[in-house]
T-cell receptor
Framework: TQLLEQSPQFLSIQEGENLTVYCNSS?????LQWYRQEPGEGPVLLVT?????EVKKLKRLTFQFGDARKDSSLHITAAQPGDTGLYLC??????????????FGKGTKLSVKP | KAGVTQTPRYLIKTRGQQVTLSCSPI?????VSWYQQTPGQGLQFLFE???????NKGNFPGRFSGRQFSNSRSEMNVSTLELGDSALYLC??????????????FGSGTRLTVV
C-alpha cells in the first residue's frame, strides 16, 4: 500500500494550459515537500510547506498544504515546455525524537508541448 | 558552494557481487540519507546517517548497509547483488536537524545495473 498517493500519474498538456497535481495520504506529516526531477538527475527541491493550510507561491507554481497536514496540491499556471519533468511530493514522517524520513509519492510525469 | 557528489555515476555488476557507492554531502551538512529509485516502486528510503551514526533505517534486507565518516562523507554497500537491485541510488544531505523543514539536496545518483 502506497502511503502517499499522487495523481495523476501522467499529464500531457499544451503550452499555456493550467494544471493541478494532487498528493493524498491518511497519515499526518510534519512537512510536505515538492521536488522536480529531470531524467538521469536527482530530485531538486521546489518548496517545503510546514503549517496546515499553508500556501506558497513560486512564480507560476502554487503549493498548498491541507489543513490536517495529510494532503497537498501543486498548481501550475500557464505551463511552459520548461516545466516538463517528473514532479514528486514527499511527506516527512516523524517517528519520534530525531528519527524521521521522507516518504515519496510515485510522481507525476508532466509533458508540456509547445 | 559544491553540491552533493555521488560516485560513480554508472556501474554494471554481476549477480552475486558486491558494490560500494560513495556520497559527499554539501560542506557543513552532517546528515546524509540514501534512497533507491526504481520505475515500479519509486523512491524508497534506505537509511540516514548523522555524525557517523545510523539514525534511521528503511525496510530493506541486511544486504544493504552503510556508514558515515568523520568528514560526513558516506558510503553504502550492497552485498550479494540480485537483479532486482538494479536502480538509481540517490544520496541526499541536509543541515543538522533541518531536512524536515528546509528540505534536502540530492546528488545526481549512481545508476547500478546488475546483470
Amino acid at each position: 500500500t502506497q502511503l502517499l498517493e499522487q495523481s495523476p500519474q501522467f499529464l500531457s498538456i499544451q503550452e499555456g494550459e493550467n494544471l493541478t497535481v494532487y498528493c493524498n495520504s491518511s497519515s499526518v506529516f510534519s512537512s510536505l515537500q515538492w521536488y522536480r526531477q529531470e531524467p538521469g538527475e536527482g530530485p531538486v527541491l521546489l518548496v517545503t510547506v510546514v503549517t496546515g493550510g499553508e500556501v506558497k507561491k513560486l512564480k507560476r507554481l502554487t503549493f498548498q498544504f491541507g489543513d490536517a497536514r495529510k494532503d497537498s496540491s501543486l498548481h501550475i499556471t500557464a505551463a511552459q515546455p520548461g516545466d516538463t519533468g517528473l514532479y514528486l511530493c514527499a511527506g516527512y514522517m516523524n517517528y519520534g525524537g530525531s528519527q524521521g524520513n521522507l516518504i515519496f509519492g510515485k510522481g507525476t510525469k508532466l509533458s508540456v508541448k509547445p | 558552494k559544491a553540491g552533493v557528489t555521488q560516485t560513480p555515476r554508472y556501474l554494471i555488476k554481476t549477480r552475486g557481487q558486491q558494490v560500494t557507492l560513495s556520497c559527499s554531502p554539501i560542506s557543513g551538512h552532517r546528515s546524509v540519507s540514501w534512497y533507491q529509485q526504481t520505475p515500479g516502486q519509486g523512491l524508497q528510503f534506505l537509511f540516514e546517517y548523522f555524525s557517523e551514526t545510523q539514525r534511521n533505517k528503511g525496510n530493506f534486507p541486511g544486504r544493504f548497509s552503510g556508514r558515515q565518516f568523520s568528514n560526513s562523507r558516506s558510503e553504502m554497500n550492497v552485498s550479494t547483488l540480485e537483479l532486482g537491485d538494479s536502480a538509481l541510488y540517490l544520496c541526499a544531505s541536509s543541515p543538522r536537524g533541518g531536512g524536515w523543514r528546509y528540505g534536502y539536496t540530492f546528488g545526481s545518483g549512481t545508476r547500478l545495473t546488475v546483470v
